[in-house]
Nanobody, 124 residues
Framework: QVQLVESGGGLVQAGGSLRLSCTTS????????MGWFRQAPGKEREFVGL????????YYADSVKGRFTLSRDNTEKTAYLQMNSLKPEDTALYYC?????????????????WGQGTQVTVSS
């Protein structure tokens, strides 16, 4: 069974940085497309970005492009979301997700496995 565990969330001031980690159990991140989503209170879950299975060339939502960086370390079975220049509107519960397909898909129902989420709060 594939399990994903996020960590690294917290409270940060606007303009600050956080790095989220997503560690997989039992399998390597190299088997999956690794995606990140977020959900703010009262809003739908939103695509943040993903690292495709076959490349290390990330794809980002426009709202985070230039501020967030995705990466993964397959030897460590961990994916990372580096968030810089954080804004209060980035406040949300952040999830990592994994899928066996390759390519780029931004809809949450396309992903097979999910972590429990880690809270990011950005104060103004």
């Amino acid at each position: 069974q594939v399990q994903l565990v996020e960590s690294g969330g917290g409270l940060v001031q606007a303009g600050g940085s956080l790095r989220l980690s997503c560690t997989t159990s039992g399998v390597t991140t190299g088997w999956f497309a690794m995606g990140w989503f977020r959900q703010a209170p009262g809003k739908e879950r939103e695509f943040v970005g993903l690292v495709p299975r076959s490349t290390n060339n990330p794809y980002y939502a426009d709202s985070v492009k230039g501020r967030f960086t995705l990466s993964r370390d397959n030897t460590e079975k961990t994916a990372y979301l580096q968030m810089n220049s954080l804004k209060p509107e980035d406040t949300a519960l952040y999830y990592c997700a994994a899928a066996f397909w390759d390519g780029i898909k931004t809809a949450d129902h396309e992903y097979d496995f999910w972590g429990q989420g880690t809270q990011v709060t950005v104060s103004s």
